[in-house]
């Protein structure tokens, strides 16, 4: 099969699987959403993005209808029925279904899965990225489904040559359309705090503990688009991309003065990617 969708027990490929009009997802975005790379129809870091999207659920008073178990075995289950070695696995869960209405409903979950081939990220090759100012709600630690924002802002930057756009809010770096970014200065791993304006990424943790694993001194802590294009190194960070550094933002070279420590991050969260996923 080439790609695979299923909402609540309906399998079929993806553009011939049909949902109702009434699932909150279509009026509101009412819903989370969390993916994970696959390779060797092995889902990596499948149990922190299930944690993920279940806490970000919880957060927002939905009741998923299903258990963090039952749903990691089921990605497992469908991850082999889609072609190809590596693949992309998105899961969101919505509220429910009714006639539209602004309150809850009263209706059980849903959860939808989509299943497609990709590969990962050529983590080596530099980026180049743009900035726009973040002109997003302030709960953007919760992977919700309300991406607009996001989306003009990852059109932007693809009109403009770019493979990510950077948010910039009231001067400070907080995040990218759909990665996290992080900067090497003076041998310091700096990211920004986990705090309601960026979304506490998966890979972006497992930046911060390949930091502190060779010796990198990691600082969480707003830094500023000055600093930005000063830094020595800027790493992106997400499932898809895993950790990629830059070499241009709004046509300026950027980076390039410490590649050994790049290199560094880049080779031990590579490394993790493989072995994890290794037949």
Known sequence: MKNLGYYNGKLGEIEKLTLPVTDRAFY??????????CRNNIPYLLKNHIDRIFENAHFLGIVPPISKSKLEGLIWELCPLVDGTEKFVYFHISRGSGIRNHEFTKTPANLFIMIKEQKIDNIYEKMELCTQNDIRYAMCNIKTLNLLPSVLCAENARKNGCGEGVFVRDGFVTECSHSNISILK?????????DCHILPGVTRAHLIEAAKKHGVEVVEEKYTKNEL??????????SSKLARGVKKIDSRPVGGKDEKTLLLLQ???YGSYINATQI
């Open 28 to 37: 509101f975005g009412d819903g989370v959403y969390d993916a994970v790379m």
């Open 186 to 194: 003076n041998g310091k791993l700096i990211t920004a705090p986990a």
């Open 229 to 238: 294009f000063e830094a020595d190194e800027i790493i992106v960070t997400s």
């Open 267 to 269: 080779n031990e969260i």
